[in-house]
């Protein structure tokens, strides 16, 4: 996937731009981004503060954290069944 020239920061920055009041060709023009990307933009990143967007980051990293210590447990939980059923 192509890595965007903009950080999510500065996304909702240039929302906030939009949201003052600023014409929408002249905030398309001055950052350099097309329609579609602002309202897609807007629909994933719209209503959020940059606060609130690293905070929305570290609990999906967290969850990506977890979804792995549940897959290894789980991998284990399985061998240590199959062991026990080979023993039996």
């Known amino acids: 996937m192509k890595k965007s020239r903009f950080t999510e920061t500065q996304i909702v920055g240039i929302l906030k731009e939009a949201e003052s009041g600023i014409a929408m060709a002249d905030l398309l023009r001055t950052h350099g981004i097309s329609g579609a990307t602002f309202y897609k933009w807007r629909s994933k990143y719209g209503?959020?503060?940059?606060?609130?967007?690293?905070?929305?980051?570290?609990?999906?990293?967290?969850?990506?954290?977890?979804?792995?210590?549940?897959?290894?447990?789980?991998?284990?939980?399985?061998?240590?069944?199959?062991?026990?059923?080979?023993?039996l």
């Open 47 to 87: 209503g959020l503060e940059a606060s609130e967007l690293k905070r929305v980051k570290e609990l999906e990293q967290q969850l990506s954290e977890y979804k792995t210590m549940v897959a290894e447990l789980t991998h284990d939980n399985r061998a240590l069944k199959n062991l026990i059923e080979k023993k």
